[in-house]
DNA sequence: GACCAGATTGTCT
DNA sequence: GACAATCTGGTCA
């Protein structure tokens, strides 16, 4: 396993959305290690794409958007979960990857216990899922993902197609292509 | 299996 | 004051 360095994280976003599918997604926390594959994705840009939190400018809440390609972008929804995005781009511009699905690697019933529930599809099939999941909080929001506990790596595997699709749960910008999985992966949030 | 309502609170208008 | 990048558990088949 080979942990991404600040370089990784520059690239356009939707090519970073579909660059991070297949990799790893690691949180060491005191109680243990989690991982899984990265098996869903979605892209959220500045320019056209309403459903952006960044998309009327920086607030105090989309903030770490702006921030250096390669930060951690964690917020609160429906009063009660939370998503995990990956801050892509340049600095400034605010563009981020949402991370919508992994597949269980390892730590698996440190997972169970956090989530209770046993079935292994039932652990990070969805955005606020994982988050629950890996045990990320609040806390690492605007963090790096290049020095902090959290962080994104590789390894060699197998190949794999990406299905190109409209995103999820959002009302505006819902026609634009922008969600991206590996196609026959058992783990996505929904077919 | 498919469909639906309820939970719950920070953030922005 | 309204709403949100969601999940869960219920009902009905």
Redesign the pocket.
Known sequence: MRIYSQSFYRGSTVEMAKKLLGTYLIHETPEGTTAGKIVET?A?LSCNDP???AA?GM????APMFGPAGTAYVY??????H?F?VVTNQEGVGE?V?IRALEPIEGIPLMQER?G?NEPK?LCS????LVDALGITVDLNGSSLVHGPLKIGYRKGDDFDIVTTTR????EGADLPLRFYIAGNKFI?KK
């Open positions: 979605e959220y459903a952006c939190h009327r607030t105090k809440r989309n609160k929804i429906y009063g009660m979960y998503c995005n981020a949402l989530r529930k039932d969805g955005p606020a899922k999820i749960g959002i009302s949030s």
